[in-house]
């Protein structure tokens, strides 16, 4: 492990495997994959470099996703300018375009989400438990301030995000179909504020 420093070291490239595994390469050398060494179960076994072999050594699970599907246990997704409030779906609605707002924490279906990874595009889906329906960018808007809703599952970059993990718990997260960050207009923290990228 070293501090955060954008070099490629820290870098790596992801390779679906057919039994829906990952084999994680350096961006360095792409030929060399994330290995256990000697392919050991022992608590403790350290990881390496090694040149690809296709051996279960190199073959990891995101299990983050998976345990979220099957464990139901979802999350909120809270601004770091103010963790008391929650991105919430205006009045839990369920009709394809309610609006997506902050509103302060609840412990209600409106502000719960599940978010599932999609190996085939690299990007999560993130559900409102309220009504079922992905986060979603309006008309698939690329300007600053298009807004966020729910809308039926249609399976477009509108309704695909990707996370940037800032520390341990906080992370930027984009719209797919744009490239701009989900966002609180005007940094706002008040019940109501809406979410836009």
């Known amino acids: 492990m070293y501090t955060p420093n954008g070099t490629d070291a820290q870098r790596w490239l992801a390779e679906k ?4 595994s990952v084999t994680f390469h350096s961006k360095t050398d792409p030929a060399l994959c994330v290995d256990v060494t000697g392919a050991s179960r022992e608590p403790g076994t350290p990881l390496q470099l090694y040149r690809k072999n296709g051996t279960v ?4 699970y995101i299990g983050h996703a998976q345990a979220i599907n099957e464990s139901k246990n979802p999350y909120i997704l809270a601004p770091a300018n103010d963790p008391g409030q929650a991105l919430d779906v205006a ?3 369920t009709a394809d375009g309610t609006n997506v707002q902050l509103y302060e924490q609840n412990g209600t279906a409106a ?3 599940d978010i599932t990874f999609d190996y085939s595009t690299g ?3 993130i559900t409102s438990l309220a009504s079922g329906k992905p986060l979603d960018v309006d008309g698939a808007k690329s300007h600053d301030g298009a807004n966020v809703q729910v809308y039926h599952n249609n399976d477009t970059l509108a309704q695909r995000w990707s996370f940037e993990q800032l520390d341990y718990n906080r992370f930027r ?3 797919s179909c744009s490239g701009l960050a989900l966002d609180a207009a005007g940094a706002g923290t008040a019940n109501g504020t809406n979410v836009q990228t």
């Open 17 to 20: 495997n057919a039994d829906g």
């Open 57 to 60: 050594a190199q073959r990891f």
């Open 91 to 93: 009045g839990a609605g």
């Open 111 to 113: 502000q719960l989400v």
């Open 123 to 125: 990007t999560y889906k």
């Open 173 to 175: 997260i984009y719209a």
